[in-house]
């Protein structure tokens, strides 16, 4: 079936680092990826929404220049936290859709972010 | 708006049925999902059901579909103890293919 592959799982960084983060279709192309946020014991939060090759669209409220979407290809979507701060700490999730399917999302096994 | 509402935790006897339930607010909601979450993992697709179905039935799992309502609800048969998780309902318009998640509900199974 098809996979999706998120790295890293899990990161550790500083205050005012950039990290980034990587969502890659490995057995499908990906014409729209999706990146969550995910709080504590609370549900997903979709931040925005990225097609290959054009800009990506994000939700109200998400900052545009702190959470920077490339999504280059049909099968790579990345998302980088710019100048991180503690509130930045969360588990973040991609899920992708296949080109040309109906109903699938697949999703990635997520990314714990830690920032110290 | 499109909101999607759970109750957030159940507890069920190992070997005993599981339902949970959620409710949807988008009329226009094209098709709706059951996802899996185990803890610090991804989501596992467990089943969909288009909106123009009632019902679907996949081994040990049914999904029921109240469209007039807009409830749906999941029952896992014969309850185990790895099906504690966190199960979250989503739906998906046919204005985007965005999909709007449940605040998931908390699935504890006893022995």
């Known amino acids: 079936g098809a996979v999706v592959s998120q790295h890293p799982s899990r990161v550790i960084c500083k205050s005012g680092t950039s990290v980034k983060i990587e969502c890659r279709s490995l057995d499908f192309q990906a014409t729209t990826m999706f990146w969550y946020r995910q709080f504590p014991k609370k549900s997903l939060m979709l931040m925005a929404t990225s097609n290959e090759g054009s800009k990506a669209t994000y939700e109200q409220g998400v900052e545009k220049d702190k959470f920077l979407i490339n999504h280059a290809s049909l099968t790579l979507s990345t998302l980088t936290v710019t100048s991180a701060h503690p509130e930045d700490s969360s588990f973040y999730i991609c899920?992708?859709?296949?080109?040309?399917?109906?109903?699938?999302?697949?999703f990635g096994s997520g990314t714990r972010l830690t920032v110290v | 708006g499109e909101d999607v509402e759970q109750s957030l935790f159940l507890s069920v006897r190992e070997g005993d049925s599981s339902v949970i339930n959620c409710t949807y607010t988008?009329?226009?909601?094209?098709?709706l999902y059951w996802y899996k979450q185990e803890p610090g993992a991804g989501l596992q697709l467990l089943t969909y059901?288009?909106?123009?179905?009632d019902m679907k039935q996949d081994q040990r799992l049914t999904v029921l579909l109240n469209k007039k309502d807009k409830h749906l609800s999941l029952r896992i048969a014969d309850t185990q103890t790895g099906d504690s998780a966190i199960y979250f309902c989503?739906?998906?318009?046919?204005?985007?293919?965005?999909?709007?998640f449940g605040s998931g509900t908390r699935l504890l199974v006893r022995p």
């Open positions: 988008d009329s226009s909601s094209t098709y």
């Open positions: 059901i288009f909106s123009n179905m």
């Open positions: 989503a739906e998906r318009t046919d204005s985007s293919y965005k999909l709007i």
């Open positions: 899920s992708a859709r296949e080109l040309g399917a109906g109903y699938g999302y697949t």
